[in-house]
């Protein structure tokens, strides 16, 4: 079984920065695609950023030009870089890893609120 382990989160003021990371306890292999989403309440989850397996990234519309997610394969781990933050991003953020044989990994969540 993997764990994916999310940190970074926490309380920010509008247009502030802050960074996400997401740790696999150990080597993922055949990922299909991994990613970020987010879940505010109240709302349905949402896709926020993604990278498959080909290199290919994805990022929601809301986003996009001040979200960067990135990965590092040597410490098993993925980052989600926020800047400009906006109070609409506030909510729990999860990162998620699907591998190509159906595999489904989440993170536990981490709180993100953007203060006014």
């Known amino acids: 079984q993997v764990q994916l382990v999310e940190s970074g989160g926490g309380l920010v003021q509008a247009g502030g920065s802050l960074r996400l990371s997401c740790a696999a306890s150990?080597?993922?292999?055949?990922?299909?695609?991994m990613g970020w989403y987010r879940q505010a309440p109240g709302k349905q989850r949402e896709l926020v950023a993604v990278?498959?397996?080909?290199?290919?990234?994805n990022y929601a519309d809301s986003v996009k030009g001040r979200f960067t997610i990135s990965r590092d394969n040597a410490k098993n781990t993925m980052y989600l870089q926020m800047n400009s933050l906006k109070p609409e991003d506030t909510a729990v953020y999860y990162c998620n890893v699907f591998q190509s044989l159906g595999s489904n990994y989440w993170g536990q969540g981490t709180q993100v609120t953007v203060s006014s």
């Open positions: 150990r080597r993922l292999f055949s990922i299909n695609h």
């Open positions: 990278i498959t397996s080909g290199g290919s990234i």
